[in-house]
């Protein structure tokens, strides 16, 4: 059964201090892993799509990798504002929808 | 540029009554998605359509539950029979073209059971 699997849950950190959350997954011929930030109440907005093992996106203070069993997101320098949830997500070849996992919310304190 | 929208925000309801919610999918958008979120989980699949077929549906979508899209552009997802389980934030999103591609969020309908 196609997985993902997010860690940590939870994630505190000082302002500027880096970090990295994980995102491991199980799925069945992977077409593509995506990135979002969710803000309390509101919904998901999208950060990068990753298709293949070895490629890499950036956005600001934020980097995504992708291996064959999981990808990163790497957060340089964070600031306060940089706090939510953000969550992970696999299409997978035979679905049509994405599989989430549940998520790692940042904290981040100034 | 108007990204997905989804009415109502907010519907407080009692049990056992009947909601519809609606979503409009950014213009063009050929595939548009419904998705369930409770307290602490990611979002989870419910149903989607290309144009205006339906082509996947979740095992989570009982026989309460019913979408359409009739006209390949804005979407409803009705619920009958409205249970306290159903309390989540229900969202939508559109997505272009064939295969893996980006799917866009809107802002989410947040049903309360009583």
């Known amino acids: 059964e196609d997985q993902v699997t997010q860690s940590p849950e939870a994630l505190r950190l000082q302002e500027g201090e880096s970090s990295s959350l994980n995102c491991s997954y199980t799925?069945?011929?992977?077409?593509?892993l995506f990135w979002y930030r969710q803000d309390p109440g509101k919904g998901p907005e999208f950060l990068f799509t990753?298709?293949?093992a070895g490629e890499e996106k950036e956005k600001e203070r934020l980097k995504a990798t992708l291996t064959k069993k999981e990808s990163f997101l790497h957060i340089t320098a964070p600031k306060p504002e940089d706090s939510a949830t953000y969550l992970c997500?696999?299409?997978?070849?035979?679905?049509?929808?994405?599989?989430f996992g549940k998520g790692t919310k940042l904290s981040v304190k100034p | 540029d108007t990204g997905v929208s989804q009415d109502p925000r907010h519907k407080i309801t009692k049990r056992g009554q009947n909601v519809t919610f609606r979503c409009d999918p950014i213009?063009?958008?050929?595939?548009l998605y419904w998705y369930r979120q409770t307290l602490g989980q990611g979002p989870e699949f419910l149903t989607y359509?290309?144009?205006?077929?339906?082509?996947?549906k979740s095992r989570l979508l009982s026989d309460r539950f019913s979408a359409e899209r009739p006209k390949g552009s804005f979407s409803t997802l009705e619920i009958q029979r409205t249970e306290q389980g159903d309390s989540a934030m229900y969202l939508c999103?559109?997505?272009?073209?064939?295969?893996?591609?980006?799917?866009?969020f809107g802002p989410g309908t947040r049903l309360l059971v009583l």
């Open positions: 997500a696999v299409h997978g070849r035979s679905q049509g929808n994405l599989i």
């Open positions: 799925v069945s011929g992977l077409r593509g």
């Open positions: 213009s063009e958008h050929n595939r």
């Open positions: 990753l298709y293949s």
């Open positions: 999103a559109s997505s272009s073209g064939q295969g893996a591609t980006t799917q866009y």
């Open positions: 359509f290309q144009n205006e077929a339906q082509l996947e």
